[in-house]
């Protein structure tokens, strides 16, 4: 049973930034690769970004690139987000998410690649 479970979400006033964590477990970490999602209210869940099973490549969404980074440590199975100069249209719930595919090195966008869901981390930020 595959586990991921979001940390780090919070309050930050526009301009700050935040760390958000995925910690995974229930199999080898290390093989899949791992992608960020969010939704605000109102609208569907969107890609943010995607990291290929051996942390050597990644892919942004446009309206995140070069704010934000996403990086993993397949030593500690855990997958983070580190998200700077937030805006308040950066409002939403982020989920981790997890491939099936093995050591795929595509980048993975839709919603539909990944089988496996964290439960989300809510980050709201001020203007």
């Known amino acids: 049973q595959v586990q991921l479970v979001e940390s780090g979400g919070g309050l930050v006033q526009a301009g700050g930034s935040l760390r958000l964590s995925c910690a995974a477990s229930?199999?080898?970490?290390?093989?899949?690769?791992m992608g960020w999602f969010r939704q605000a209210p109102g609208k569907e869940r969107e890609f943010v970004a995607t990291?290929?099973?051996?942390?050597?490549?990644?892919y942004y969404a446009d309206s995140v690139h070069g704010r934000f980074t996403i990086s993993r440590d397949n030593a500690k199975n855990t997958v983070y987000l580190q998200m700077n100069s937030l805006k308040p249209e950066d409002t939403a719930v982020y989920y981790c998410?997890?491939?099936?595919?093995?050591?795929?090195?595509?980048?993975?966008?839709?919603?539909?690649?990944?089988?496996?869901w964290g439960q989300g981390t809510q980050v709201t930020v001020s203007s």
């Open positions: 229930g199999r080898t970490f290390s093989s899949y690769a």
């Open positions: 998410a997890s491939t099936q595919a093995y050591m795929v090195t595509a980048y993975l966008t839709k919603s539909g690649s990944y089988a496996y």
């Open positions: 990291i290929v099973w051996s942390g050597g490549n990644a």
